[in-house]
């Protein structure tokens, strides 16, 4: 078999723990058709132990990748799936699994293992669902080349290395993420219109724009519309709106002394109790405390206390 392995195993200190992310392994095979064992034993530590009969689980988060090939994976002993080039595996800790190429043609498997708070939220705020084993990402060379790039920071092992490894492994979530969720939108035909009718709203959110207006303006019966927005943006129309309305509001309290009738005027709100009363849901704090801790006089003078 054609030996193109490269893998090293990981250790962290108590200070990398804190960054949110550490890497305890990255690595890449390639497994040739008519392969003799899977997995190769060669390299692996000691205490090195899966059997693709037998399975395995993990203490840390796995994320493998196909970048060719195929082959099975076994989330449940009874269960096989089928994992075709481009797809990722996803495997929290302590779940049981077993995975392995078909015989006939291989695999080109990378992975990367990972742990810390910043992932565990991830999981557990629901970017990730319990359901969600396999990312359909298709071939990817950017994500390769993370993969890669992770290997070769991890080879060296310099001052520092366990933060890069964070970046690059936080890069693989991220845009696996993104490519599996857009998989399911590059076919669907209101993509377009979702993306126009974002665009009318950024661009006339300070009016008295309303989400029926622009799904008439798009050619879309409002039901739909609304309901593939929030499929696609992850927010309503209207939410949008108050988004982009809040994000103005906050730059004005920072940076004018505009006053808080004033600027709800300026957004397009004839009521400014409203606007505060809605600033306050949205945000955590009323405007007027909001300019009190984070405007620019208030900056201004802590710098002046801090030079003192």
Known sequence: MKDERQFK?????KKDMLWGITVDNVGSAEIEPGYKCYPPQCGHPNNYYFRTDKGRILDNYQFIYISHGQGECFFTPETPVKVTAGDMLIIPPYTWHSYYPD???????????MRGS???NRFRNGFVTPAQRIFKIGYNEEIIGYYRRAS????TEMPN??????????MIFSLALYQDTNQTFISD????LIEQARTILRENYLTDITPQKVAEMIHMSYSLFRKAFKAYTDL???????????????????????????????????DSLYFSSLFKKHVGISPTTFREKYGKKA????KEEEEK
């Open 9 to 13: 195993y990981l250790i962290s200190s």
């Open 299 to 302: 900056v201004l003078d802590i």
């Open 118 to 120: 910043t992932i565990e």
């Open 161 to 170: 290395y366990q933060q890069v490894l964070a970046g690059l492994a936080n």
């Open 189 to 192: 035909r209101n993509v377009q």
């Open 236 to 270: 309503s129309p209207i939410q949008y709106v108050i988004e982009l309305r809040l994000q103005a509001a906050r730059k004005l309290l920072m940076n004018t002394d505009k006053s808080i009738k004033e600027i709800a005027i300026y957004l397009n709100y004839d």
């Open 103 to 113: 015989h006939s043609t291989g695999w080109h498997e990378h992975w990367i293992g």
């Open 152 to 155: 070769e920071i991890a080879l």
